[in-house]
Nanobody, 126 residues
Framework: QVQLVESGGGSVQAGGSLRLSCATS?????????MAWFRQAPGKEREGVAS??????????TYADSVKGRFTISRDNAKNTMYLQMNSLKPDDTAMYYC????????????????WGQGTQVTVSS
């Protein structure tokens, strides 16, 4: 049984930083897998923030334009944990953040992600 458990959310002022963690169990992370962070603000659709997939050349990452240069996705295979380092946070980053895992190449499209965590709330005040 695959389980994804997020942590690290909280409240922060604009310009601050947070690091989200996603502990995984029961999920095999190999060359046909992908993991990602999504977020959903009230009244808005869930959107992809960052994704990572292993390749023979190393991890391949993809970012939404809105977070490029501010957010960094990474994964510690020894700990079976994925991270999202968020710097220079803005009020527009306020949302519930979800960890997701699936099969296929790195993508910010929700399709192909069949495993989801319960979410962790991030609130950025101005």
């Amino acid at each position: 049984q695959v389980q994804l458990v997020e942590s690290g959310g909280g409240s922060v002022q604009a310009g601050g930083s947070l690091r989200l963690s996603c502990a995984t169990s029961g999920y095999t992370y190999n060359l046909n897998s992908k993991m990602a962070w999504f977020r959903q603000a009230p009244g808005k659709e869930r959107e992809g923030v960052a994704s990572v997939t292993p390749t023979v050349y190393g991890a391949r990452t993809t970012y939404a334009d809105s977070v490029k240069g501010r957010f960094t996705i990474s994964r510690d295979n020894a700990k079976n944990t994925m991270y999202l380092q968020m710097n220079s946070l803005k009020p527009d980053d306020t949302a519930m953040y979800y960890c997701a895992a699936g099969r296929g190449g790195a993508s910010l499209d929700i399709a192909g992600y069949m495993y989801w965590g319960q979410g962790t709330q991030v609130t950025v005040s101005s």
